[in-house]
């Protein structure tokens, strides 16, 4: 049954040169980088509050030292590598298949796969400005110093990530949309679609070859042309 069905996507995506890719936390879990949204016990036993409530704006703001703790410690995985996933889909993108990526990931391994167009919805751990005089840093320069990392300005560096509270890039937001809007093909990849803007932002897609894989139910499963509910490493290994 998986086999037939990988059958047809691999057929489909042999007749087509205008794909899109849409992906979430599922992508990278092969990687080793856990879906920090799955209610991990450790973290509550750990830290006094919620992760959706220390990567909020407001929490950042009021305690830059808490929220600096569980960042270092929970979000950045310098040492994690893209897995067959990331590589095919930069394979694809290279023999002019795929038109772009369209990531909610923020760690940076669609990048070190190979992928060019890579629209990162929610920004990236590996990019940090400073909040005083917006001065780049990169993620060395972040985990070079300890606890919270200033600009030589004085300023405070916040990651260029968007926090919960926080509104997303528009000109990523409208590249995405147009993405969605023109592929002939969209594969939908590792994301539940029930987190803001993933629901919304397929409601673009005008095509009859909606591609949906996730290992468990998804909202939109009945609106898929291709369901495959199997982890994305075995689908794209069968590439
Ligand atoms: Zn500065």
Same mark, same amino acid.
């Given at each position: 049954?998986?086999?037939?069905?990988?059958?047809?996507?691999?057929?489909?995506?042999?007749?087509?040169?205008?794909?899109?890719? +849409?992906?979430?936390?599922?992508?990278?879990?092969?990687?080793?980088?856990?879906?920090?949204?799955?209610?991990?016990?450790?973290?509550?036993?750990?830290?006094?509050?919620?992760?959706?409530?220390?990567?909020?704006?407001?929490?950042?703001?009021?305690?830059?030292?808490?929220?600096?703790?569980?960042?270092?410690?929970?979000?950045?995985?310098?040492?994690?590598?893209?897995?067959?996933?990331?590589?095919? #889909?930069?394979?694809?993108?290279?023999?002019?298949?795929?038109?772009?990526?369209?990531?909610?990931?923020?760690?940076?391994?669609?990048?070190?796969?190979?992928?060019?167009?890579?629209?990162?919805?929610?920004?990236?751990?590996?990019?940090? +400005? @400073?909040?005083? @005089?917006?001065?780049?840093?990169?993620?060395?320069?972040?985990?070079?110093?300890?606890?919270?990392?200033? @600009? &030589? @300005?004085?300023?405070?560096?916040?990651?260029? %990530?968007?926090?919960?509270?926080?509104?997303?890039?528009?000109?990523?937001?409208?590249?995405?949309?147009?993405?969605?809007?023109?592929?002939?093909?969209?594969?939908?990849?590792?994301?539940? #679609?029930? $987190?803001?803007?993933?629901?919304?932002?397929?409601?673009?897609?005008?095509?009859?070859?909606? %591609? #949906?894989?996730?290992? &468990? $139910?998804?909202?939109?499963?009945?609106?898929?042309?291709? #369901?495959?509910?199997?982890?994305?490493?075995?689908? +794209?290994?069968?590439?």
């Amino acid at each position: 049954m998986l086999q037939e069905k990988i059958e047809i996507l691999k057929q489909w995506v042999k007749e087509s040169n205008n794909i899109a890719f +849409f992906g979430g936390a599922g992508v990278s879990t092969e990687s080793g980088i856990p879906d920090f949204r799955s209610v991990d016990g450790l973290y509550h036993m750990k830290y006094a509050y919620t992760p959706e409530t220390i990567l909020s704006h407001s929490f950042f703001m009021n305690k830059p030292k808490e929220f600096y703790d569980f960042y270092r410690d929970k979000m950045i995985y310098t040492n994690a590598s893209p897995n067959i996933t990331h590589f095919k #889909l930069a394979e694809l993108e290279k023999v002019g298949k795929l038109r772009g990526v369209i990531t909610q990931n923020i760690d940076n391994l669609h990048q070190l796969a190979g992928s060019k167009k890579v629209l990162e919805l929610h920004g990236s751990v590996y990019r940090n +400005f @400073c909040m005083n @005089c917006g001065k780049f840093y990169d993620i060395n320069d972040l985990l070079e110093q300890s606890g919270v990392p200033h @600009c &030589s @300005c004085g300023g405070i560096l916040k990651p260029d %990530v968007v926090l919960y509270e926080e509104a997303l890039d528009e000109k990523t937001l409208d590249e995405a949309i147009e993405l969605i809007a023109h592929a002939e093909m969209l594969i939908i990849g590792g994301t539940s #679609l029930s $987190v803001y803007p993933a629901a919304g932002l397929i409601q673009y897609y005008e095509g009859k070859r909606m %591609v #949906l894989i996730n290992k &468990s $139910v998804t909202a939109y499963d009945n609106r898929a042309d291709l #369901l495959i509910q199997a982890g994305l490493g075995e689908v +794209f290994s069968g590439l």
